[in-house]
């Protein structure tokens, strides 16, 4: 598993080791199948996070991605992965826009973006006071897997604290 670790930055192999060390099941893109790795790569290198990982992010959005739970299996995580994946294709060229993605049901995790890499989730558009218009560049971002009105499970919640908190 250590190998499948090094083409993800620093910061988010750490991430992915510590919550793997509580029990969260975690996959990297190319666990869960992403069809378009070179997207990251290219993202890694002109998409920088403003802040990190020199900086803490002190700002954390949660999504819903608002997509058909395919099932409880491995193999439906990964096609919806992919979706969600390809989605992000679609709209922003991006690959997966959130750095996490949490499934609802089954707790299970996987990575889009690198938590150093500028996301494409969300802008203030609004200008909303203490906040800059770029949030993709300063903030991370998670999403659950799900639709509207699903409720998390304990296994969805505890992969969320393991992940954002470490514990």
């Known amino acids: 598993m250590r190998k499948k670790l090094l083409n993800l930055r620093p910061i988010t192999g750490r991430v992915v080791r510590n919550a793997r060390r509580k029990g969260v099941t975690v996959y990297t893109r190319r666990q869960w199948g992403s069809k378009y790795p070179a997207i990251y790569a290219e993202r890694r290198k002109s998409k920088p996070?403003?802040?990190?990982?020199?900086?803490?992010?002190d700002t954390l959005v949660h999504h819903i991605t608002v997509t058909l739970d395919h099932g409880p299996l491995s193999a439906d995580f990964f096609t919806d992965m992919q979706t969600i994946e390809?989605?992000?294709?679609?709209?922003?060229?991006?690959?997966?826009?959130?750095?996490?993605?949490?499934?609802?049901?089954?707790?299970?995790?996987?990575?889009?973006?690198?938590?150093?890499v500028k996301g494409t989730h969300t802008v203030n558009d609004k200008d909303v006071p203490g906040y800059s218009y770029d949030q993709n560049g300063v903030a991370l971002a998670i999403a659950f897997m799900g639709m509207p009105g699903q409720t998390l499970t304990r296994k969805a919640v505890k992969s969320w604290i393991a992940i954002v908190t470490g514990k």
């Open 49 to 57: 996070h403003f802040l990190l990982p020199k900086t803490p992010s």
């Open 86 to 116: 390809q989605i992000g294709v679609d709209r922003f060229g991006s690959g997966t826009s959130y750095n996490i993605v949490i499934d609802m049901e089954t707790g299970e995790a996987g990575i889009g973006q690198d938590l150093d």
